[in-house]
């Protein structure tokens, strides 16, 4: 129950700054709704930019979730069904990259984004962050791929079905809710990321949200509920996916842990 | 499913009598006998399949984990091609006052986060588990900090935390408080690094331990209450020891993540007050892309490799190889 004040009473705090007037927001005090609430900051805040970050980040977002999920099931599906023998120590190797930190080796990918002459595009930012997210993904869908039972694959296989129709047809069809985890996931990943846009991009144009907000922190210093309706308003869209897709991932959150 | 495998073996074994055997019991319906053929193979995925994200992944992952170790020899601004430099990164690495700091922080931190984070984590999941009536409501309100970005939250607490705008220094001297500039001193912005860091992945971990106290068979409990345990002695005596495995992966998760606070710490202190909160990743981003000094910085950044694969394999090996190992046997 104390748990809820420690979540609850810093969000309340939050929401109801974005609705005070930068030069009331200290002598009124925190916790009291504003007596003359506006939408001000919305105004301004969209005003600054924020659109722009926000379209960014979109677009990142939706190319980093295609990449994971065509590369994650195709993988996936050939750690659960294929008898060749590396696809085990293939997996196995994802597993250890969970480990990896993206901190570890954020130079050596500099160079290579460098050296690709990706470097300060958005382009520059999905190749990474979908490559860091891989290994929880296939952590998820090698699970929900493994409960495919072993008889509607025998059933493919006896209409005549070749790998590529057994994948359509069947797999992916089945592992649906492992998918959209998986798709719910790396968009999580992409929106939030910060460490990428901040090393491989430089312009204001190809700004994401999370460096958005980071360079409004210094020039906002003052007006605080104005930075905080920019937080605000970045999360919005990820509200809207939660609220869309909650089951699946709550549900994929919870079964990388399983057992 | 079950049974599956065992039907399937004696069909296999015995394709002939099969008809014979069933016989008798006519009113069954009877298994297409096209099942008896072996189709096994047919259809199964070469593992060509699995190469496009190999190679994706190995280029953007694990080859910069072999080009870091190669860079922490190199002198290298960031412009131009990297000069071998053999070991004089290291040998500098290993003498400088700042770096040692920053290790003993990182070990610090890591400490502190798990103490902090994995009982509430645990008893929170635990509690989520359960059958409460509010309980769908607040698991809701509970996963909202997993929704915001690192900076995010960072800049948020930043904010309520702000000495002379937020909501502390308007609280801090009503509740008595002298000084209400937490993040202005050693000790209380490291706390504050530690409190912020759970109170986002706090969620995380309970949504983890919620699954695995999901799977516990409540049979277990029952035959608990009926040895008259209670809820104490059941919390003890099954929950613990049946979410090992669900603490090993948290636990490998949590430290492992301990040591990429990199974009709370730059937000929240920007290392500071003087380098008092410079964990070894932030150390890294301000030698590599601050200084410039990217071959330094790779000397560091390789130390963070070795060391969160070395913690994550022997946390793992620790408790028997935990889920990792487990995901894979399923097989």
Redesign the interface.
């Known amino acids: 129950m104390l748990?809820?004040a420690?979540?609850?009473v810093?969000?309340y705090?939050?929401l109801v700054?974005t609705f005070q007037r930068s030069e009331n927001?200290?002598s009124e005090?925190?916790?009291t709704p504003p007596s003359d609430p506006t939408l001000h900051n919305y105004a301004t805040a969209i005003e600054n930019g924020l659109l722009g970050f926000v379209l960014n980040t979109a677009i990142v977002t939706l190319a980093v979730v295609v990449?994971v999920v065509?590369?994650?099931a195709?993988?996936g599906?050939?750690?659960?069904?294929?008898?060749?023998r590396?696809?085990?120590g293939?997996?196995?190797?994802?597993?250890?990259?969970?480990?990896?930190?993206?901190?570890?080796?954020?130079?050596?990918?500099?160079?290579?984004i460098v050296e690709m002459g990706l470097y300060d595009s958005l382009t520059a930012i999905v190749?990474?962050t979908?490559?860091?997210a891989?290994?929880v993904c296939?952590?998820i869908l090698?699970?929900s791929m493994?409960d495919i039972?072993?008889?509607l694959?025998?059933a493919?296989?006896?209409d005549g079905?070749?790998?590529v129709?057994?994948?359509v047809q069947l797999v992916v069809p089945l592992s649906r809710p492992g998918l959209s985890t998986v798709a719910v996931y790396s968009a999580?990943q992409a929106?939030?990321?910060?460490?990428f846009p901040?090393?491989l991009t430089q312009s204001y144009d190809k700004r994401l949200i999370?460096m958005g907000?980071?360079e409004f922190?210094g020039e906002y210093r003052?007006d605080?509920p104005g930075?905080?309706t920019a937080?605000v308003l970045?999360?919005v869209p990820?509200?809207i996916v939660?609220l869309v897709a909650?089951r699946s991932l709550?549900a994929g959150?919870?079964?990388?842990?399983?057992? | 499913?079950t049974g599956?495998d065992t039907s399937?073996t004696s069909m296999r074994a015995l394709p002939q009598n099969r008809p014979a055997r069933s016989g008798p019991a006519p009113a069954a319906p009877a298994p297409s006998p096209?099942?008896a053929?072996p189709?096994?193979?047919?259809?199964?995925?070469?593992?060509?399949?699995?190469l496009?994200?190999?190679l994706?992944?190995g280029?953007?992952?694990?080859?910069?984990?072999v080009?870091?170790a190669y860079?922490s020899l190199t002198s290298w601004g960031?412009l131009g091609t990297?000069e071998f430099i053999g070991l004089e990164n290291w040998s500098r690495l290993v003498e400088d006052p700042v770096m040692r700091r920053a290790v003993w922080l990182s070990l610090v931190l890591t400490v502190l986060n798990w103490i902090v984070q994995t009982p509430?984590a645990l008893l929170?999941g635990v509690w989520a588990a359960g059958p409460q009536r509010n309980r769908a409501v607040?698991s809701?309100?509970?996963?909202?900090?997993?929704?915001?970005?690192?900076?995010?939250i960072a800049?948020?607490?930043?904010?309520?935390l702000?000495p002379?705008?937020?909501?502390l220094?308007?609280?801090g001297p009503r509740l008595g408080l002298e000084s209400v500039d937490v993040l202005g001193g050693p000790t209380s912005a490291f706390a504050m690094i530690v409190f912020v860091t759970a109170?986002q992945f706090?969620?995380?971990h309970m949504?983890?331990?919620?699954?695995?106290a999901?799977?516990i068979p409540a049979s277990l409990y029952e035959a608990a209450r009926i040895d008259g345990a209670g809820m104490l002695r059941s919390f003890w005596h099954i929950t613990l020891p049946q979410l090992r495995?669900?603490v090993t992966?948290?636990s490998?998760l949590m430290v492992?993540g301990s040591?990429?606070y990199?974009?709370t710490v730059l937000?929240l202190t920007g290392g500071g007050p003087g380098t008092d909160t410079t964990i070894v990743?932030f150390l890294?981003?301000r030698a590599?892309?601050r200084s410039w000094e990217?071959g330094y910085?790779?000397a560091i950044?390789?130390t963070?490799?070795v060391v969160?694969?070395v913690?994550?394999?022997l946390l793992v090996r620790f408790t028997g190889f935990g889920?990792?190992r487990?995901?894979?046997e399923?097989?």
């Open positions: 748990w809820l420690v979540v609850g810093p969000l705090a939050l700054a927001y200290t005090g925190p916790l990449i065509a590369l994650s195709t993988a599906y050939a750690v659960v069904r294929s008898r060749t590396w696809t085990n293939v997996f196995r190797a994802f597993l250890l990259g969970l480990a990896i930190p993206s901190q570890a080796v954020i130079i050596p990918v500099y160079l290579i190749l990474p979908a490559a860091f891989l290994p296939m952590l090698v699970g493994r039972s072993e008889e694959y025998e493919m296989a006896l079905a070749g790998s129709r057994t994948f999580l929106w939030n990321g910060f460490l901040l090393i999370t907000l980071f922190q003052v605080v930075l905080l937080v970045s999360t990820l509200f939660y909650r709550v959150l919870m079964g990388v842990g399983g057992k | 499913m599956t399937e096209r099942r053929r189709v096994r193979h047919v259809g199964r995925p070469g593992g060509a399949w699995a496009p994200a190999l994706y992944f280029v953007f992952a694990a080859l910069p984990m080009l870091v860079l960031g990297p509430i929170l607040l809701a309100v509970f996963f909202l900090p997993l929704l915001l970005s690192s900076a995010a800049i948020i607490w930043r904010a309520l702000d002379n705008f937020g909501p220094a308007w609280l109170w706090i969620p995380l949504l983890l331990y919620q699954g695995g999901r799977q495995h669900t992966t948290s490998v492992v040591l990429t990199f974009d937000i990743p890294m981003y590599g892309f990217l910085a790779s950044a390789f963070l490799v969160a694969t913690i994550a394999l889920t990792m487990s995901t894979r399923g097989l």
